[in-house]
């Protein structure tokens, strides 16, 4: 099985990145990462990298034009075919945005479209809603948009503050990366008017409810189990 040469970007602790490399070890596994690159030194995801001895690159993100040629030419080297970026904080350069169109893809820690930009997890506190979670999606030149590939749901809890928001979406993330590029390495997942097809997709059935509702009780014949535990 061919496996799909997949390049990491990334800015600081790499978690993501560690969620991704975990699913790869599994030879069964359609991708693989063949090249990490941080626009910082010293961060947790370049000794990551490191450790799973895969190529590891630090290019400073001096200016948009500089980093992308030397990024363009890194991945290049690499024959990379997709770009993940796993927590890569600066804005890219249209013309690599463009270059690697379909082929790049993001996390981002809210339900998209909803709370872009910085700090998604303090804006969902502050908008007071009942769910939040994370998005990975095809990346276009403006920031966190582009055609949603998966998302994940993930509830606020009374008493939430951002750290603790925070930890409970990432933990989401490190199922959804994995899982949608899976999709993409084996070729499910087609983009076409600004939407993605995913062949083969199945979707939940049951929508979640937060506050949850009581635990049913039935003396007659039929459903008696709690919904909330489905
Ligand atoms: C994640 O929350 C990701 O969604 C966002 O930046 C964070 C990176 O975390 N884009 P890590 O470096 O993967 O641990």
């Not at 596994?29 to 630090?58: D, H, K, M, T």
């Not at 199922?175 to 993605?196: D, F, H, N, S, T």
């Not at 949850?212 to 009780?217: A, L, S, V, W």
């Amino acid at each position: 099985m061919s496996r799909l040469r997949v390049g990491v970007l990334i800015s600081g602790r790499g978690s993501n990145l560690h969620a991704l490399l975990a699913a790869c070890a599994d030879d069964t596994y359609p991708a693989e990462i063949v090249s990490v690159i941080s626009n910082r030194s010293e961060v947790l995801g370049l000794e990551l990298a490191q450790s799973a001895g895969i190529c590891s690159s630090v290019i400073s993100h001096d200016t948009r034009e500089g980093f992308a040629a030397r990024a363009e030419a890194v991945l290049h080297e690499q024959r990379v075919q997709l770009v993940c970026l796993a927590g890569f904080m600066r804005v890219l350069d249209g013309a690599f945005v463009d270059t690697w169109r379909d082929r790049m893809i993001n996390i981002h820690p809210s339900l998209l479209p909803a709370f872009p930009g910085l700090h998604p997890q303090r804006q969902a506190l502050a908008a007071g809603v009942r769910f939040t979670g994370c998005t990975v999606h095809f990346v276009r030149p403006e920031v966190d948009a582009g055609p949603i590939i998966a998302q994940a749901v993930v509830p606020t809890r009374p008493g939430d503050d951002e750290a603790s928001l925070s930890a409970r979406i990432l933990s989401a993330e490190h199922r959804l990366y994995p899982l949608a590029l899976r999709l993409i390495a084996e070729g499910r997942v087609q983009v076409g008017a600004g939407k993605v097809q995913i062949d083969g997709w199945q979707a939940p059935k049951l929508a979640m409810l937060n506050p949850r509702e009581p635990p049913r009780r039935s003396r007659t014949i039929g459903w008696s189990r709690d919904p909330n535990s489905l």
